[in-house]
């Protein structure tokens, strides 16, 4: 598995789960067993195991959707005003246009999941400067979610270990 396929499979994990969501999970972690990031995947692949698709999915609304501390929306994470964040809107935004990346839903530049397909699509040097970027907002979540003991907490742990993230081809 390489860098682009890890982080497209990391987007996923991190978006709503629907009925797709099983056999996605089932096929990202058959391919990441080898990798080191597999480390922070175990606690999450066994919360996922053990929960229907209704489990999964109160859970991520309660913990994504009604937590505003923890929304996946990076600018709720950064002390902007209005004016600050449309510009950091609009800069997300030519950045994904740069590169010829289209979302596919009509979701904000800065919705998590969405920055990180984004990352998925571009050359892996690039996309860990645009990680870096951000650092911050991965670093303030990846802390709310561990003190509140979430399997989410896990994922945000991958995108802070630039280590792991460098052996990934």
């Known amino acids: 598995m390489d860098f682009s396929e890890f982080m497209e499979a ?18 990202f972690e058959f391919n990441a067993k080898n990798l080191n990031l597999y480390e922070y995947l175990k606690d999450f692949m066994a919360y996922y195991r053990g929960k229907s698709t209704l489990d999964l999915q109160e859970y991520y609304v309660d913990t994504f959707d009604l937590t505003p501390q923890n929304s996946l929306c990076m600018l709720d994470h950064m002390r902007l005003n209005n004016s600050q964040k449309g510009n950091e809107l609009i800069n ?4 994904y246009n740069e590169f010829g990346f289209k979302p596919k839903n009509n979701e904000l530049p800065d919705y998590i999941p969405l920055f990180i397909e984004y990352l998925s ?24 979610l561990l003190e509140s003991k979430s ?10 270990d630039k280590e792991a993230l460098d052996e990934l081809l």
């Open 92 to 95: 997300i935004k030519s950045l």
């Open 151 to 160: 399997p989410y907490c896990s994922l945000f742990g991958i995108l802070l």
């Open 121 to 144: 699509h571009i050359e892996k040097k690039a996309a860990l400067e645009r990680l870096s970027e951000y650092i911050l907002v991965f670093q303030d979540l990846h802390s709310r």
């Open 10 to 27: 990391l987007s996923f994990l991190l978006r709503y789960p629907d009925d797709t969501y099983r056999l996605e999970i089932e096929k």
